[in-house]
């Protein structure tokens, strides 16, 4: 069975510094997407960044970056240079293989960026 | 484009009542998923569908049925509403055979039973 854990239920991050949030995954497929998504306080779901398990290169999207380890069967979300407006849930998910494109979401970070 | 369009945004039923949460969407995506989330949790899926016609169970389908007669449209029906049901749910559409491409959200709808 696919799971999704992020072990980081809540962080405070001063503003301006990186912050990694961590995210690890159990699958047995060989072809699969990660991806991180915000939900600030107002709810949307707002897409960040995607990473697949065949890239050799780490994603990157703006200030975002995903941390791949593929052995470790990890994918951590990297912000640089951390703003207010980054406070939100942070939400990891997968994608398998064959799986009618169904995806499975960890239970979140809370991300507080502090001025 | 309007991308995945949810009504209502905020509900309160009391219990026993019906409703129908609606979705559609205009980017004609065969795909389309609904999810609820529970406070401080994260998604969990309840029923999707891989086109008009098509639908299946996910992780939390008692308590609610769905159907998807148009691409566009994927509304989800809560029978007998429970204090259980209390959530904000989630439609979410994607095209498929393309691993890389996220799902688009709607807006939710805040769902209260009491």
């Known amino acids: 069975a696919q799971k999704i854990t992020q072990t980081q239920p809540g962080m405070f991050v001063q503003e301006k510094e990186a912050v990694t949030l961590d995210c690890t995954y159990d699958?047995?497929?060989?072809?699969?997407?990660l991806f991180w998504y915000k939900q600030p306080s107002s709810g949307e779901m707002i897409f960040l960044i995607y990473?697949?398990?065949?890239?050799?290169q780490n994603a990157t999207e703006g200030r975002y970056s995903l941390n791949f380890q593929k052995a470790r069967k990890s994918a951590n979300l990297v912000i640089s240079a951390s703003q207010l407006g980054d406070s939100a849930m942070y939400f990891c998910?997968?994608?398998?293989?064959?799986?009618?494109?169904?995806?499975?979401f960890g239970k979140g970070t809370r991300l507080h960026i502090l001025p | 484009n309007a991308g995945v369009t949810q009504t209502p945004k905020f509900r309160i039923l009391k219990i026993g009542q019906s409703m129908t949460l609606q979705c559609t969407q205009d980017?004609?995506?065969?795909?389309m998923y609904w999810y609820r989330q529970d406070p401080g949790m994260g998604l969990k899926l309840i029923y999707y569908?891989?086109?008009?016609?098509?639908?299946d169970k996910g992780e939390v389908p008692n308590g609610y049925n769905v159907s998807r007669s148009t691409t566009e449209d994927f509304p989800l029906r809560l029978e007998l509403a429970a204090p259980s049901q209390t959530s904000v749910y989630f439609c979410?559409?994607?095209?498929?055979?393309?691993?890389?491409?996220?799902?688009?959200f709607g807006d939710g709808t805040r769902l209260s039973i009491l």
């Open positions: 979410a559409s994607n095209r498929p055979g393309t691993s890389n491409q996220p799902q688009h």
């Open positions: 990473q697949g398990s065949y890239d050799e």
């Open positions: 998910a997968m994608r398998g293989e064959n799986r009618d494109d169904k995806i499975i």
């Open positions: 980017m004609n995506h065969n795909y």
């Open positions: 569908s891989v086109g008009a016609g098509i639908t």
């Open positions: 699958t047995s497929d060989q072809s699969y997407g």
